[in-house]
C-alpha cells in the first residue's frame, strides 16, 4: 500500500549509493547474496533473543534489497537477480518469523504460525499473479521497474519492514502483531485473489499481443 508513494523519496537516495558501489565495481548480485547473509545473521539473533542485534541486522539486509536494485538498473536487469532477490527476500521473512518462535515457543508459536499461514497466501497470489500476467503480456511501472508483475495490496514490502522492526522493538507484544499483521495479509490475499478473477477470467490473448518483461 506505501510502497510506490515512497518511492520518490527513497529511490533518489539509493540511487546515489549505488552509484558509488557502481564505480568500485560492485555488482547488484553480490549485494543481493551479501543481504541475505546479514538477514540470516538477523535470524539467529533473534532466535537467541538478542532482539536489537536483530533489528540492526534485518535493517541493513533492508538496504541491502533497495541497493540491489538501484545497482541493477544502472545496467541490465536480469531474470537470475529477479528470482535470487524475490526468493531470498521470502525466506528472510519467513525466517525471522520463524526465528521468534524459536526465541519463545510457549509465546510465539502459535502466533508465528498464523502468520507464516498467512504469508502462504500473500506469496503464493503475488506469485501465481505474476506467471499469468506475463503469459498475457500484463505490465505496471507502478512499483518502478521490476522483472515481474508486482501486484501490490494492503500488506507490501514496507508495511512488512514496519511490522518487523516493531514486533523488533516490542518482542514481548510479538503475538498480538503477528495476529494483526496476518490478518491484514489475508485481506491482501483476498484482494488479489479478486483482482486475478476480474482481469484473468477473461480469455488468454494472442500470442503476438504479449510484452516485455523487465528486472526489479
Known sequence: MLDARLRPLV????????????????????????GFLVGVAAIGAVALGAHGSGLALFLVNRLGDGLDGAL?????????????????????YAGLVFAFALANPAANALAAAFLLF????TGSSFLA?????????LESDRHGPKSLYYLGGLTEGTETILFFVLALLLPGSFPLL????????????????????????RGRPPR???GRRDRS
Request: some cysteine; glycine content about 10%; hydrophobic content about 55%.
Open 11 to 34: 529511490d533518489p537516495v539509493l540511487e546515489r549509493l549505488a552509484a558509488g558501489l557502481d564505480r568500485r565495481g560492485v555488482t547488484a548480485d553480490r549485494v543481493t547474496v551479501a
Open 72 to 92: 541493477a538498473r544502472r545496467h541490465r536487469i536480469t531474470d537470475l537477480g529477479g528470482f535470487l532477490d524475490i526468493v531470498l527476500d521470502f525466506l528472510i
Open 118 to 121: 498467512a504469508f502462504m497466501g
Open 129 to 137: 499473479f505474476a506467471v499469468m500476467a506475463a503469459r498475457r503480456g
Open 178 to 201: 503477528a495476529v494483526v499483521f496476518g490478518a491484514m495479509c489475508w485481506i491482501t490475499t483476498g484482494a488479489r485473489i479478486a483482482t486475478a478473477w476480474s482481469l484473468l477470467r
Open 208 to 210: 503476438a499481443c504479449r
